[in-house]
């Protein structure tokens, strides 16, 4: 299922990243990558906050409909 179904404070692996090559490449840099584990602190107008790594990071409703979980 695309990360934007995930509640704040459930958590998912990630199993495929889908979207445009650019797209993949961005998210890859951040952190999204195949088996990592993240973590929903926050939905706030479609737009998420994410703890994935170690890290805070925050991506709009479009990324997250590009992560599959």
């Given amino acids: 299922m695309p990360m934007n179904f995930l509640r704040p404070g459930e958590k998912g692996v990630i199993r495929?990243?889908?979207g445009a090559a650019d797209?993949?490449?961005?998210?890859?840099?951040l952190g999204f990558v195949d088996g990592?584990?993240?973590?929903?602190v926050s939905k706030l107008g479609g737009n998420l906050?994410?703890?994935?790594?170690?890290s805070r990071v925050a991506i709009n409703h479009e990324m997250a409909k590009c992560i599959l979980v």
Avoid: P, Q, Y
């Fill in 16 to 18: 495929r990243v889908k």
């Fill in 23 to 29: 797209t993949k490449r961005f998210l890859a840099n």
């Fill in 36 to 40: 990592t584990e993240v973590s929903v």
């Fill in 49 to 54: 906050i994410v703890i994935i790594r170690d």
